[in-house]
């Protein structure tokens, strides 16, 4: 068998505005007109698991859920952008269904074509993504959930990407030999590198190369001919 591991924000889907406008959006929702989204963006650059992928999250939570810790981050940032404390509290509870409103999320035009002729063709599609816990409500709300074998978020399993215990847990669940695999993602430190060190072939989407990496294609669509001479 031969399986595709998709990352999947930026990958295959993405949300508008992504955490930023999920912050900003609660605000405006509550008639804050004076803060704008680029005030929010400084204060998200760290401290999101991803952001320290060396980190457990059983260290890196120190004993809370994924939300909990969020939800102190967030608050914490809407006091840092001038919003009392009160109510930088109740907003931040606010962000977890905020983030996963269906409405702001959207398929890549050339997604479910690709996704369609690999199921086609005997490969088995499964995502591995740096993500909130719920994942699998984003992907079965997006009408795309039959296209996959499984769904991995880091949040459940307690590693980021490029975490070598990410992959490995992965592989380890599925039973699966790492020479059938395919990583295929948007972020060359996470998906390429990431999966490179665990050994496992990769192919980089959508950025822009910068690294003049050998498995590269624009978009998705590209992947086709790529993974038929990747031989897996």
């Avoid at 924000?9 to 505005?17: D, F, I, K, S």
């Avoid at 999920?22 to 698991?49: A, M, R, V, Y």
């Avoid at 769904?151 to 590693?159: E, M, V």
Wanted: charged share 20%.
């Amino acid at each position: 068998m031969k399986y595709l591991l998709w990352d999947f924000e930026n990958t295959l889907g993405y949300c508008e505005g992504m955490w930023s406008g999920t912050l900003h959006s609660i605000l405006e929702n509550h008639g804050i007109q004076n803060i704008k989204i680029e005030d929010i963006q400084p204060f998200l650059k760290i401290g999101f698991t991803w952001h320290s992928p060396d980190t457990s999250h059983s260290i890196f939570l120190n004993g809370k859920t994924w939300w909990e810790y969020m939800n102190e981050y967030f608050a914490e940032v809407y006091e840092k952008v001038g919003i009392g404390k009160n109510d930088a509290t109740r907003f931040a509870l606010q962000v977890q269904n905020e983030y996963k409103n269906i409405s702001k999320w959207h398929i890549y035009n050339d997604v479910i074509d690709t996704l369609s002729y690999t199921l086609n063709n005997d490969y088995k599609n499964l995502i591995l993504s740096n993500h909130i816990p719920e994942i699998n409500e984003v992907i079965e709300n997006l009408g795309i959930t039959d296209y996959f074998s499984g769904i991995y978020s880091s949040g459940k399993i307690g590693y980021e990407k490029p975490n070598i215990r990410f992959y490995d847990y992965v592989i380890n669940d599925l039973n699966i030999e790492k020479k059938e695999c395919i990583m295929i993602g948007d972020s060359y430190d996470a998906d390429i590198a990431g999966a490179l060190r665990a050994g496992i072939k990769a192919i980089l989407v959508r950025k822009p190369n910068a690294k003049n990496y050998s498995f590269y294609c624009k978009d998705v669509q590209g992947i086709i001919e790529l993974v038929k001479n990747m031989q897996i």
